[in-house]
């Protein structure tokens, strides 16, 4: 029996929309749980937040989870696309774990070792990626980002998980990372 599909990997189309928001997901390394550590956790969080900064983007709902990373953003276009964004957030963020995981010769550098001996923290590919065009997809996203410590058992509410936006959504607006609320 001839196989017809094709060989190559489909490759995910972005359409950058001014003023569109974007879900993204971006996933660790064979979605290994590289963000399980809290001081990894934090320093992921400052590196968005460094970027975030210079003006690349309005934030509106993020989560950080062992093994991926769910924000809904805004890029600023046409300054910023999602692929400088996402480079500017997950290249200096890797070197830098990866950095201190070779000073203190960490035994997970085996786990993410791929085949030609490069140390990966990421997933490669662009991950997820969905232009968010109407109110009730909005809506649904960020609830999704919220309940997700929550569906994998890791808190038992979102603002129980101090790596989301679910505390500035119940009221809390503290954090290093600053939200903007509904576009």
């Given amino acids: 029996m001839n196989d017809t599909r094709s060989p190559h990997r489909k490759r995910l189309r972005r359409l950058e929309l001014q003023g569109n928001a974007r879900f993204l997901t971006f996933s660790c390394y064979h979605r290994l749980p590289l963000l399980s550590n809290n001081n990894i956790k934090d320093a992921l969080v400052n590196q ?46 890797a070197r830098l774990v990866i950095q201190r995981w070779r000073e203190i010769d960490a035994t997970v550098l085996q786990r993410i ?60 607006g503290n954090g290093t990372l600053a939200i903007s609320g509904r576009k």
């Fill in 48 to 93: 968005i937040a460094r970027v975030q900064s210079r003006g690349a983007f309005a934030l509106h709902a993020w989560v950080i989870m062992p093994d991926h990373v769910h924000l809904l953003l805004t890029p600023a276009l046409p300054e910023w696309t999602i692929p400088q964004i996402l480079s500017a957030i997950k290249r200096p963020f």
């Fill in 113 to 172: 070792r791929s085949t030609n001996g490069t140390h990966h923290f990421w997933q490669r590919g662009g991950g997820y990626d969905r232009n968010i065009t109407t109110p009730d997809e909005w809506l649904e996203k960020v609830e999704y980002i919220h309940a997700n410590p929550v569906h994998r058992g890791i808190a038992e509410s979102p603002t129980q998980w101090p790596w989301s936006s679910a505390r500035w959504y119940a009221g809390d």
